[in-house]
């Protein structure tokens, strides 16, 4: 157990004949104690500002502990945007994909019932046609009969 300024105050020496001088060894204990008292107040001050000083370093610590956290928790953050947002890019470029094979299907489809309206259209005008020069060829020939010339003649008379 560690003296304490109480024990070297309170010590006592037994006398013997030609001993210390009683008087320098009471100021000499007097300085020890003095001494000592300031070391173990210094030594309490250094101990105290130790825990403030480990509170100090325990909080900056947990700061620092923080600080990486929150980085790592936001480089995360920023790869898992990045990636959903390349996620998103390709289907986008998936559904523009879908949606123009969908026009050009579309547009096939109706390509191909155009052209098959336009073959019909021909066919329905060559039939016209057909029909037209039958018609005219067969009031050509109307005109070109008797019947038709004496009904000319007849009119001329009047």
């Not at 006398?15 to 210390?20: A, D, L, Q």
């Not at 610590?61 to 898992?80: G, M």
Request: no cysteine; charged share 35%.
């Amino acid at each position: 157990m560690p003296l304490t300024p109480l024990d070297i105050h309170n010590k006592e020496f037994s006398r013997s004949f030609r001993g210390y001088d009683e008087d320098q060894v009471n100021e000499f204990l007097d300085q020890v104690i003095k001494d000592y008292e300031a070391l173990i107040r210094e030594n309490k001050d250094l101990h105290n500002q130790t825990l403030t000083l480990q509170e100090r370093l325990d909080h900056f610590t947990n700061i620092e502990e923080s600080l990486s956290k929150t980085i790592i928790v936001a480089q995360e953050a920023a790869d898992e945007v990045r990636s959903n947002a390349k996620k998103e890019a390709q289907l986008i470029l998936k559904e523009a994909e879908k949606n123009a094979d969908r026009i050009i299907n579309e547009s096939l489809t109706r390509s191909r019932k155009v052209a098959l309206e336009i073959e019909e259209l021909k066919k329905q005008a060559s039939i016209y046609r057909t029909r037209f020069r039958t018609l005219l060829e067969a009031q050509l020939e109307l005109l070109g009969t008797e019947g038709w010339q004496s009904m000319q003649f007849e009119n001329k008379e009047e």
